[in-house]
């Protein structure tokens, strides 16, 4: 007997910007599943509309698709939308997909605007093949252009956190708060808070001088990672 689902509305919580580029992302995606594959699912809008059209898929062709979601709102979605899931623990993702917040010409990324970056760099990490799938705002000339590296540390040491990231020259460290959902900070699916940090200058071992600084558990900042972009 299967529990009532109706109560979740399949819907993503604001307008999604730049709808029919990212819609046109997420039919290329769901065009590359194949029956059998385990599938590490990304966080975010286009992330939440490659769910959608894989689902149709499924149905149309009878496939058996498994995803491991990097988040609980797309774990959601894979529930009401019967795409069965596991976790990292029970199986290896064949490959993943993924958006972004900010891509370069190197493909250094920014992620995280979700909160999601550690599950989403965990299954990127352990992924064959990693797609970030971006509409053509993503693209930048340097990153921190338009949006700030998320860090993801523990309570405790949020402060002394920020303080080390100002002396790695971050020009503006802040907390990153709920606003009309929640009172307080934003507390991430690991029970932690993210500080929004902006820098002028992303040099190429500033994601592992951020994650070297006691209390931080992980940043949303991507480089030298393999991944194939697919954009509009």
């Known amino acids: 007997m299967k529990w009532d689902e109706s109560l979740y509305d399949l819907r993503w919580s604001q307008e999604i910007i730049n709808y029919d580029e990212k819609l046109f992302v997420a039919k290329k995606i769901a065009a590359l599943v194949k029956d059998g594959d385990i599938i590490g699912f990304g966080s975010g809008s286009t992330s939440f509309l490659a769910v959608q059209e894989i689902a149709k898929r499924v149905v149309a062709e009878n496939l058996t698709v498994y995803a491991i979601p990097t988040s609980n709102e797309i774990k959601l979605v894979c529930v009401t939308l ?9 199986a290896k993702p064949d490959w993943c997909f993924d958006g972004a917040d900010e891509v370069n010409s190197e493909n250094w990324l920014i992620k995280g605007r979700g909160g999601a970056m550690f599950n989403e760099k965990l299954i990127m990490s352990n992924s ?15 990153l921190c252009e338009k949006f700030p590296i998320p860090v993801e540390c523990v309570p405790a040491a949020y402060i002394s956190v920020k303080n080390k990231l ?6 503006k460290v802040v907390l990153r708060l709920a606003g009309k959902a929640k009172d307080g900070p934003v507390i991430t699916e690991n029970g932690n ?19 070297s600084i006691v209390g931080v558990v992980e940043s949303g900042l991507f480089i030298g990672y393999k991944v194939s972009i697919m954009s509009t």
């Open 82 to 90: 019967n795409i069965p899931t596991l976790t990292l623990n029970e």
């Open 166 to 171: 100002i002396e790695l020259q971050a020009k």
């Open 193 to 211: 808070y993210i500080l929004d940090a902006v820098f002028d200058n992303v040099s190429a071992d500033l994601e592992q001088k951020i994650k």
């Open 128 to 142: 064959q093949v990693s797609y970030i799938i971006v509409d053509n705002s993503k693209f930048v000339k340097n």
